[in-house]
């Protein structure tokens, strides 16, 4: 889908981009000017008549653009005539042509090996799959190659002033493309020649609905599809809006101070550790948001997916805790969270973690963090300091981040087995922690006691767990 063009169109209806209203070039942008010209990663299925549906690797000149979207113009031979659609485009879905982002094989996201190879080792990839990837550590790129069952991590070396590129000194190539199109011919030392690149399973979460920023939308372009999920205060829905875009519909039984903290929160929110908002319904009851639909459920139910095997490498379960600590850095110092539980952490095709169910969460600068008596709490998940009716602060989600690392070590297990709620409180005003979940090691378990500490000022922050995630990782060799 997109609009064909053969002359200027009248200005775009609602138009968020800074444009005039001819073609909607960029204001005051002289007709002379080259524009810039970029490449399609991903399909992408129109959401509105004015949006243009991209294939990979369509060339687009850019026309026009504001945050999160591009308006652009497609040139495509048909007989002896070229055919011109406009249209707009999520910014995400594009990468300038001929740049390393663009290529099927570099990861822009993954930094770490761990990531790596969580997206190696996924059914879909073969042998000699590869990826390139920029390591955050030391900023060197990477050549990771499934050599079944094992990941391999080749550090590509570059040459004085960067100008070289080479895995082994004396094959030295002007460009990584150039690396990749050698070694997909010749092993040359390699464990194994390269194949194909990794499969990219999870598409960029466009951050709105389309390129109209109001995020209040008509609740008639909404439509239910099946019901994901009931809970006291709401139930979760699978919908589709205008039609065309598959999202969650989170529509609440009652209009509560709660629920508009949970909204404001949520507007404020982006981070890809985060379930991505698209839109609200408040005008009509019952109010609604929309969000990103996530077809693979939670961390939790994951986990106990693969309870009877106990497959999954420790170093992958690391892998998840480290990714939610990325996104609890995000929150630290604006959002305390107060309900951060695997059951609240949803996976993507890619098993990438993504936060979600703010329904608890409080802004740390303002109103009342303390419990009221109409918060459901998860009990089990909860700092002493709550019981003694304290401020909620993000080292109480700390508390809660050692609970679920107890979750993930134990494939879903429930915490404090065996115990009920009271006995649970008691036992933690007493001083009483959680025993080492067996096959924890130890090194991982003095990581939970840090985040079980009494004195919340002396638990470690989320960036200070992170780094210890990861050097867990290095020192055991998990990778």
Known sequence: MGNSVSTCKPRCPDCCLDCCPCCCQIKNEKPTIKRKTCTSIYNYASRT???????????????????????????????KGII????????????????????????????RRIQAKRCLMRPQNNEGTFLVWKSEENDHYYLSVKNSPHARHYKIKQGEHNKDFFLIQHTTFKTLPELIEFYSKSQNGLCVKLNQPCVKLDQPTPPTLSFQLDREIDKKSLTKIK?????????????????TTDVAIKEFKEVSPNIRTEIEIMM????????????????????????????????????????????????LMMDF??????????????????????????????????????????????GNRRLS??????????????FEDENYTSKSDVWSFGILLTEIVTYGDEPYPGQDKLTCI????????????????EALYDIMLQCWRTNPTERPTFTELQEKLVALIHVLQLE
Request: aromatic fraction near 8%; glycine fraction near 6%; charged fraction near 30%.
């Open 373 to 386: 008596s109409d918060d459901r709490v998860p009990v089990k998940w909860m700092a002493p300091e709550i």
């Open 49 to 79: 008549t004015l949006d243009l549906e991209l294939k990979k690797g369509d060339i687009l000149e850019i026309m026009g653009e504001n945050e999160y979207w591009l308006y652009v113009r497609r040139r495509t031979a048909k007989g």
């Open 426 to 441: 008691q036992g933690i005003q007493r001083g009483k922690r959680m025993a080492r979940p067996a096959g924890c090691p």
């Open 227 to 243: 019901k994901l999920g009931s809970g006291e205060f709401a139930d979760v829905w699978q919908g589709k809006w205008n039609g």
């Open 84 to 111: 011109q659609e406009e249209g707009y485009v999520p910014i995400n879905f594009v990468k300038p042509v001929d740049s390393l982002e663009a290529q099927p094989w570099y990861f822009e996201d993954v930094k």
């Open 321 to 366: 805790a480290i990714q939610i600590t990325e996104g609890m850095i995000y929150l630290e110092d604006k959002i305390v969270h107060r309900d951060l539980r695997a059951d609240n952490i949803l996976l993507t095709n890619m098993q990438s973690c993504k936060i979600a169910d703010f329904g608890l969460a409080q802004f740390v600068l303002t």
């Open 268 to 315: 404020n929110l982006r981070h890809e550790r985060l379930l991505q908002l698209y839109a609200i319904c408040t005008t009509v009851k019952p109010f609604c948001i929309v969000t990103e639909l996530m077809n693979n459920s939670s961390l939790k139910n994951f986990l106990m997916e693969h309870r009877e095997k106990q497959d999954i490498e420790l170093s």
